[in-house]
Every structure is written in structure tokens, then in C-alpha cells.
């Protein structure tokens, strides 16, 4: 079992103005009915209500007040105290530290934190928490070390490519967040044991060839029998792994500039 460095967290109480309680659905619709199985409801846990927006703090500089930990994210947050009096939680940076100063403006400084618009980032740098619509908020690159790179402004749009190797059209009018999202070493945690993986919420995952014939397209032979369909299949019988499940005339067919690489299957 192994855990991520939680040594650079300032070990403090989260804020209770910013933070609010969830009911956990365990996978559950409005009728009760289970529509994402092998969920369960986990530790008790609050919500820090993180700001992806900032907009309406342009120009205003803040401070660095803590680095702590949210239950309901991979990455790390990190508090901070606007100039104005405001305190608010935002996605901490790689290498975000304690007093560093923050602000989202049109035109800032190229420090990990700082949020400005697309146009006025350089080609080459590294951005996270990525508007895909002006006010919305981030979308892209919000996980645990993620990043895209700034590759080129051409008639209104950024290229971003991402981590999948897409390359994808964002207007330049997007705000989006210098550098890299903190706790890159995240990806190389072991869960080590099933009550950890319990305490996270995910119930067992019981493996199709398990089962018998009438609960799985893979279930019953005699002993451990191979997959004995062409093609791999849910639960339910449909067809899986492989098929492109991309609606052909989907609106941002056009901003895609090149479609993530493949993966060699062997």
C-alpha cells in the first residue's frame, strides 16, 4: 500500500464557509435504482467548493494562504486570500508554496497559478484548468498532475494538445492556468487493500467469467474456459472495447485538429 507526499500539505482545518455535506447516491438514480454499479457510499467526507471561474476577481492579487487535501479530487487545493478580503479554494499548482502570490488577469505573469487568457500565453507553455465556453469555468486538465500544452494561435483559437495526444481548438478568449496540476505522483499510488478501496467508495468487481451462463456472456464451462465471443461484450450482451462509440456529427467534430493516437493492442 502506498500513499501520495502529503509532507508540502500545511496540515490545517478546511473552511467551513467553503466547504459544504454531500449525500453520497452510491450509483443511484432519483427512482432508487442502481445505473453505475460497484459503488457504495465510502468515508464520511465534506465538499470544499473549489473556484474554477475567478472570473469575477480579475486583477484583484491573492495570497497563498494553505495547501490541503479534498477528498472528492485527485489533485491538491490550495486556499486563497484575495486582496479584497475574500477567501476562496482553487486548484493548486505543481510547486505551489505557502505566501506565494496569485492573479487572474488578461495579461500576468508567467508563474504556475496565474490564470489569463489563451492569446496571451506563449506556444510551448503548460496550462491546466481550461475553459471550453467564456465564464463557464475550467474543464480541461483538472486531474492530478495533467497538463496540455499551448502549441499555436491561429484566427481566434489555441491549440492545446493534450495528454492523449489530441490536438484540440479552444477559443482564445478562454481563460485557462499556468503550469502543471500538483500531485503528478498521484498515478504511482498502490491501494494495496480491499478496505482502502472500500473506504473510497468502490464495492467489488466480480470478473464475467465468473459468473454462470445466464448472468454473463462469458459465464459457465467447465474450469477456466476463454472468452468464446468474437467480440468483447458487456454484461447486457453489447458489443465493447474497440468500437467507436463518437457521434459522427457532433458540433466540436471541427475544433478537433488531430484525434488522439492509438494504442498498440497486442
Known sequence: MSCPDYSILSGVRPDRKLTM???PKSGRNNQGR???RHQSGGNKKLYRM???VAVDKLDIPAKVESLEYDPYRTAFIMKLLYKDGERRYALAPHGAKEGDDIIASDVAAFNPGNRMRLKNIPVGY???????????GGQLA?????????QA??????HLKMSSGEIRKVLWENFASIGQVSNPDWRLVNIGKAGRSRGMGIRPTVRGTAMNPCDHPYGGGEGRQPR???RPKTKWGKVTGGRKTRDKKK???VLVVKRRTKKNRK
Open 228 to 230: 468464446g465471443t468474437k
Open 21 to 23: 455535506r454531500i449525500n
Open 34 to 36: 442502481i445505473t453505475v
Open 153 to 158: 494561435h491561429d484566427a481566434g483559437f489555441s
Open 50 to 52: 473549489v473556484d474554477f
Open 251 to 253: 458540433w466540436s467534430n
Open 126 to 136: 503548460s496550462v491546466y484548468n481550461v475553459e471550453l465556453n467564456p465564464g463557464k
Open 142 to 150: 483538472r486531474s492530478a498532475g495533467s497538463s496540455v500544452e499551448v
